[in-house]
Structures are given as C-alpha cells and as structure tokens.
C-alpha cells in the first residue's frame, strides 16, 4: 500500500493551495489521517488530523487558515491551505494510521510533496 500525494507547488503569501493523498489500495481499517510538514533544519511537525469519528486536530499556526477533510469512500485525504505565509514553507507528508489486516497496525508515510511560499 502506498499513499500518493499531490498539489504542492510555489505560491505567492496569502495565496492557497490544496494538497491531496490517495492510498493505492483498500485499507481493512483506518483510524486517522493526516498531514505534517517538515522546513530545513527543522522537526516534522503534525499540520492537521482527522479521525475515523471526524475529530479534527491543527496546530496553532494554521488554525482558521487551513482545512482538513476527506472522501471516506476512497480513503483520499485533502487539505486546503489558505493565506498561506512564507513559514509555512515545508515539504508536506500525508499519514495514514490504521490496520492493513485484523492483525497487524500500520503508520503509512507518503512521499512528500513541497510547498513554497514566496513573501
């Protein structure tokens, strides 16, 4: 199982830009997806969560700017950013907690996507 992620790019500030991931195959069971994002020299850090009970979680900074959402169906999660700043500057990644099996408990990481934004 992979996730795919999409919608990075360079973006002027206060611009928006939408981020999406799609897992490549059905999951037996996902508890949370979300996305997190890492800037040079520094720590990943959890942008934006969703839960299987459709509880939200933002980090400070990108709260009122940023929205999580997913297709339930399709296991494909979004997040729309918004008056974007340039310390939102980071390469982005998409996480998916749950189980692959009854058995087994998978974090599945996607490739990262940048985003850029220009002051």
């Known amino acids: 199982v992979q996730l795919q992620a999409s919608g990075g790019g360079l973006v002027q500030a206060g611009g928006s830009l939408r981020l999406s991931c799609a897992a490549s195959?059905?999951?037996?069971?996902?508890?949370?997806m979300g996305w997190y994002r890492q800037a040079p020299g520094k720590q990943r850090e959890m942008v934006a969560r969703l839960t299987e009970g459709r509880n939200t979680v933002y980090t400070d900074s990108v709260k009122g700017r940023f929205t999580i959402s997913r297709d339930y169906a399709k296991n494909t999660v979004f997040l729309q950013m918004n008056r974007l700043k340039p310390e939102d500057t980071a390469v982005y990644y998409c996480?998916?907690?749950?189980?692959?099996?009854?058995?087994?408990?998978?974090?599945?990481w996607g490739k990262g996507t940048q985003v850029t934004v220009s002051s």
């Open positions: 996480k998916l907690e749950g189980f692959q099996d009854p058995w087994n408990a998978m974090d599945l």
């Open positions: 195959e059905t999951i037996f069971k996902v508890n949370a």
